[in-house]
Every structure is written in structure tokens, then in C-alpha cells.
């Protein structure tokens, strides 16, 4: 399934368009670099320090779409007069379950690609295909969950029409704070 999968958010005027692809092994590198942004190594809880690191976080990603359970997708963005396209973050469709009406979003930006509106068109696309692809298995609705602390990723949930839903309890170590449930159903 994940061979056949490439899904597209178009150019703004103020930014290229992005290409959603699953994650292969040649993002190694731009993983490794893109992970260095301490906002990022914050907000996550990956750690990718070197190639070894990267491609072991790539064939995680490989084995969701091999178990269909986890969607992964490289966010890449195409470099004006070039055939090139740079990593420019992650979305992620998780917690699929045939038959289980809810699974789980999530995604970051590299942190050069901030400011351009690049997760909530990235997640707009996903959420799209998520329904498309997975509504006729039960999916209808999508949840997406962040630290209290974490603005801009309660922008991105803003943006992308995933309304606030509650807030859940702090669950030290894994989450030492509080956290907002965004949630968007499949007839929004």
C-alpha cells in the first residue's frame, strides 16, 4: 500500500507545494539534520542523533504501513526551479484499527519550513486521505492531542478544524503536563 501512496497540497502564494510520501530510507540524512532543532527534540519524543538512529526511525515507519497501523509520511517541499524537494516535516496517522471509529494524528516542521502553514496543509491532506481511505473501515474521527504548552501546535489544530475537545490529565514521564484533545469528525 505505501509503494502507491503520494498525496499533494497545493502551492500557496506565499509558499511551494508539498509532496506526502511514505518514509524511505535516502531521508536518513535530511532526518538527521532536521533533528537537530532542539525545538523539535523538545516536542517529540524521537531521538535521531545520527544515520543508525535515522534508519531505525524509518523502518519504525515502514512496519506501521507493513502492519497497517501507522501511516507515516515525509512532508517535502519542492524547491522552485529545481527537480529537488526538501524534508520539511512529518504527519502520521496512528492507532488504526479496522472497526475502531477513532485513531490518532500527529506531525512536526522542520524547523527552516516554520511559519509557512506547512503542518496544517500537510495535516489537512492527511486527515482528507485518512477519511477517504479508512472511512469505509469504520474511521470517524480523528483525534489529535498536544501538551497544554505547546501554542503552536494548538494553532495547527485551530487551523486544520480539529476542534478542542478537553483537556486530559498529566501522565508523568511520558507526559509531564497537561495535554489538549483536538478532534475532527469525518462529516466536518
Known amino acids: ?3 502507491a501512496v503520494l498525496l499533494h497540497a497545493g502551492a500557496t502564494q506565499s509558499a511551494p507545494g508539498l509532496v506526502l510520501r ?11 539534520e532536521v533533528f537537530r532543532d532542539p525545538v ?3 516536542w517529540t519524543s524521537s ?5 543508525a538512529d535515522a534508519q531505525q ?6 512496519r506501521g504501513w507493513a502492519a497497517g497501523n501507522r501511516f507515516g509520511f515525509a512532508v517535502l517541499e519542492a524547491q522552485p526551479g529545481s527537480s529537488q524537494e526538501q524534508l520539511v516535516g512529518n504527519v502520521v496517522l496512528k492507532e488504526v484499527t479496522p472497526g475502531k471509529p477513532s485513531a490518532e494524528v500527529g506531525y512536526w516542521t522542520a524547523a527552516h519550513a516554520r511559519g509557512r502553514s506547512v503542518a496544517p496543509r500537510a495535516l489537512e491532506v492527511l486527515t482528507g486521505w485518512a477519511f477517504d481511505t479508512l472511512g ?14 505547546n501554542l503552536a501546535s494548538c494553532r495547527v489544530a485551530q487551523k486544520s478544524q480539529y476542534d478542542f475537545d478537553r483537556v486530559l490529565p498529566a501522565s508523568p514521564p511520558s507526559f509531564p503536563l497537561d495535554g489538549h484533545l483536538h478532534r475532527r469528525r469525518r462529516d466536518a
Open 1 to 3: 500500500m505505501s509503494d
Open 22 to 32: 511514505p518514509w524511505c530510507m535516502e531521508d536518513s540524512a535530511a532526518l538527521v
Open 40 to 42: 523539535l527534540r523538545h
Open 47 to 51: 531521538t535521531v542523533e545520527n544515520e
Open 57 to 62: 526511525w524509518v523502518r519504525g515507519q515502514e
Open 136 to 149: 469505509a473501515d469504520g474511521l470517524e474521527r480523528l483525534e489529535l492531542l498536544h501538551q497544554v504548552d
